[in-house]
């Protein structure tokens, strides 16, 4: 299985400022994505992201509020841009576990508040 | 869209089994999952099936899929105290690898 790590853990941010979240998988991933727990909630897709093409968002989310970089195999960003409460969620880095479609690991999230 | 449905809550006594439900309305979804979610924790593959099994056997764990009626379950057998945790159900959508989730199920086991 990908061992997947993010950074930061968790961060409490101030209304209007912009968080970028870091996931590094340890080996070489074609499909990334990107989830949304909203607290109480389940998950929910922001984006795939690919390496070498654009993120593909979902259905209310946007790239001006979540931009999204894959600049190689291994890693990705997600930022949350311009923060307001409604913001606090953890979001969890995901990959497909390379040569098999039949595995999703998840990394350990990111637990954002914002004040 | 696709919908995953999944009872809120289960409680078990230490030892029994339990069953954790989940119904979904895409019939082509190839890869259902349940993944298990500790209290401040990630989310942990615990298992998936391929919809062309009717069930899955892991340890403790076995997976029925009722792909006719659009039906996943996942029993614990044995169930221990460490195996309270939130259980999501989840179903592959859109040709690749996109998954939709349950609500989650919260099982709570007690002595």
């Known amino acids: 299985s990908a061992v997947i790590s993010q950074k930061p853990s968790r961060d409490i941010c101030q209304r209007g400022t912009s968080l970028t979240i870091q996931c590094q998988v340890d080996s070489q991933v074609t499909m990334m994505f990107w989830y949304r727990q909203q607290p109480g909630q389940s998950l929910t897709l922001i984006a795939t992201?690919?390496?070498?093409?654009?993120?593909?968002?979902e259905s209310g989310f946007v790239i001006d509020k979540f931009p999204i970089s894959r600049p190689n195999l291994t890693f990705s960003t997600l930022t949350v841009s311009n923060m307001s409460p409604e913001d606090s969620s953890i979001y969890l880095c995901?990959?497909?576990?390379?040569?098999?479609?039949?595995?999703?690991?998840f990394g350990p999230g990111t637990r954002l508040t914002v004040l | 869209g696709e919908d995953v449905e999944q009872s809120l809550f289960l409680s078990v006594r230490e030892g029994d089994s339990s069953v954790i439900n989940c119904t979904y309305t895409?019939?082509?979804?190839?890869?259902l999952y349940w993944y298990k979610q500790e209290p401040g924790a990630g989310l942990q593959l615990l298992t998936y099936i391929f919809s062309n099994m009717d069930m899955k056997q892991d340890q403790r764990l076995t997976v029925l899929l009722n792909k006719k009626d659009k039906h996943l379950s996942l029993r614990i057998a044995d169930t221990q105290t460490g195996d309270s945790a939130i259980y999501f159900c989840a179903v592959q959508s859109g040709g690749y690898n996109k998954l939709i989730f349950g609500a989650g199920t919260r099982l709570a086991v007690h002595p």
């Open positions: 895409d019939s082509s979804s190839t890869y």
């Open positions: 995901s990959v497909e576990s390379s040569g098999r479609v039949d595995e999703q690991f």
């Open positions: 992201a690919n390496q070498g093409s654009e993120a593909t968002y």
